[in-house]
């Protein structure tokens, strides 16, 4: 049946099968309780947090977008969701304002330049600037003390190279293993200047006792080395006393 359904351009999944779908892990992490504070950093428009809320319909999410634009769409998208709020805001390791690199294709915008050899590895003239943006910045955990949240079950972040910065501005959140997942786009080439590399994010969540599930949507060179991918991280420790 399978190979019928193969030739048709359908398969069989298994949802209990590791390292095809993130989001399918993260239900299979939590089991019978699923997440209830989801934050998305790095929103754009929108493309992932509607993911999140087809598998976790219930969850009350924070979804994060610096630029302006891609806001407004954000905003539009979220309307119809009660437990969706919208921050036209930019996280990192200190609190205040920065200026953000405005590049042809929006999802590649950042809070860092362009690495000059970025055009090796991502489509051509997607992250060549246009311009830069100040925009307001705060760390993780300022956010969560200002409005209250004592823990997050999902942390997605897609920064576009700042991702390490914004785990520095977690703080407590992720020492006390209030934070139960991570969800990171994490990078394997030069994209942007003074990024961070797979390899730093993972050695600075293992120092945490934050584990590796798997990888996804890995993007690739033609002769297949990985470009960028999504890694999913679980807190190996129960969560202490803010």
Known sequence: MRAGLQRLGYDLVNQREWGRDSLMDVANLFGPSPPKVIFDVGANVGQFLGRVLQHFPSAHCHAFE?????????????????????????????????????????VTNSLLATDAAASHYSPPGWQETRGVLPVPVRRLETFCREHKVDRIDLLKVDAQGYDLRILQGAGALLEQHRIRCLLLEVLFVPLYEGQAYFHEIYDFLWQRHYHLVGLYEINRAPDGSAKWADALFVSHRPPSSP
């Open 66 to 106: 610096p630029f302006p634009q891609a806001f407004a769409t954000l905003q539009q998208f979220a309307a119809p969701y009660p437990n969706v709020t919208a921050h036209c805001l930019a996280l990192g390791d200190e609190d205040g304002n920065k200026e953000l690199h405005v590049n042809e294709a929006n």
